[in-house]
């Protein structure tokens, strides 16, 4: 009623807009998010609401990029604006200028978990594994109960290859929150933890319970794509089921088409049989995130082990490196493959 009284209300358009994007109608969402702006291109919830969509939902990450730095220029006290901007260079792969973002939220407002988690997120994809660890520990002071702080704590033992006490960061993460994004991130790397130690048996285990507690959720879920990739790579980190894993992450991908989906559909190909089609999903994965070091891994290993060409082998686990130095799979693998 308030768009047929006021067509020119650029309030009624926005507010249209964010109730689209609760009901999961994202086109019509940016329809009206236009219209919003086009009516005040000084309102930077607009923005915010409009560029959290091509991020999310479309993988635009380049227009995502646009719309909150006008943001930046409109509020540019407003923290908030910053630590989205921050997930979105992290999607891209740009670690520095997501540092720099998060760093920024942090001094207008020091007290809030969002740059602190964003930041310790964006250490740990270039190897600064120590400067994670200090901002998880502020976050675990500011926000105790935040089940994304131990979910995030674990990822970075697990990279350290402290498996114990990554275990029990994962365990208190799924003890925290039931919320479905939590519950896929914690048994992705508590199966990769006991895939790594050898625990088969334990893994699996661990693959049913996520089943279990994730089984009907996704579909209700408005980050549905990426739990369906969470749970298609945890069916592969143990390799059951190709089949059904890719079909998971074909779903993944129709929803959320972004690097991380595309990267879980090349190792769903791969495991069914389909290496030169995993190559293909994970070029793709990489075009979006030039620098995401487990897909370029993962890229080498299909090199090394399926198609046998060393070179082309070396050059991705050197990639990963360039990334993070201390990314210990690739190190491994390069280590395995040098002449004596």
């Known amino acids: 009623m308030a768009l ?16 689209h994007y609760n009901s999961g109608e994202y086109v019509k969402a940016l329809q009206s998010l236009d219209r919003a ?26 227009k995502a990029i646009e719309d909150l730095s006008t943001a930046s220029e409109i509020v540019p006290d407003e923290p908030a604006v910053f630590v989205n901007r921050c997930l979105v260079f992290i999607y891209k792969g740009d670690y520095s200028k997501a540092i720099e973002d998060c760093s920024k939220a942090i001094l207008l407002n020091p007290t809030k978990t969002g740059g602190y988690l964003n930041r310790a997120n964006a250490f740990i994809y ?7 660890a200090e901002d998880l520990k502020t976050s675990a002071e500011l926000e105790p109960e935040n089940a994304y702080v131990p979910a995030t704590f674990g990822e970075l033992e697990f990279m350290l290859g402290k498996s114990s006490e990554a275990l029990g960061h994962l365990g208190r993460a799924l003890e925290l929150s039931p919320d479905p994004m939590i519950v896929g991130h914690s048994y992705l ?34 980050n549905e794509g990426i739990i369906y990739a969470y749970l298609a790579e945890s069916q592969c980190e143990i390799g059951e089921d190709p089949a059904g894993a ?32 995993g ?22 290993r299909v090199y090394k082990q399926y198609l046998r060409d060393i070179a ?11 990334v993070n130095p201390r990314f210990r799979f690739a190190l491994d693998e390069l280590e395995g493959i040098r002449p004596p």
Do not use: M
């Not at 702006?37 to 607009?46: I, K």
């Not at 190559?279 to 080498?300: D, T, V």
């Open 4 to 19: 047929e009284l006021s067509p020119k209300d650029s309030t009624a358009f926005l507010f249209r807009g964010i109730a």
């Open 246 to 277: 890719w079909e998971l992450a074909k779903k993944a991908v129709s929803l959320k088409p972004d690097y991380y989906s595309y990267y879980v559909l090349g190792r769903s190909l791969v495991d069914k049989g389909d290496p030169l089609g």
């Open 126 to 132: 270039v190897g600064d594994y120590e400067k994670a």
């Open 312 to 322: 082309k082998s070396k050059a991705s686990f050197k990639s990963v490196l360039a």
């Open 279 to 300: 190559l293909q999903a994970f070029n793709r994965s990489l075009r979006l995130n030039p620098n995401y070091a487990w897909c370029a891994y993962w890229k080498g």
């Open 37 to 62: 702006v086009e009516l005040n291109s000084r309102g930077a919830r607009a923005y915010l609401v409009r560029g959290a969509i091509y991020a999310e939902k479309q993988g635009a990450y380049d």
């Open 189 to 222: 790397f508590k199966i990769r933890i006991l895939v790594n130690d050898r625990d088969i048996s334990g893994a699996d285990r661990a693959l049913k319970e996520a089943k279990l507690r994730l089984g009907g959720l996704s579909a209700k879920h408005p």
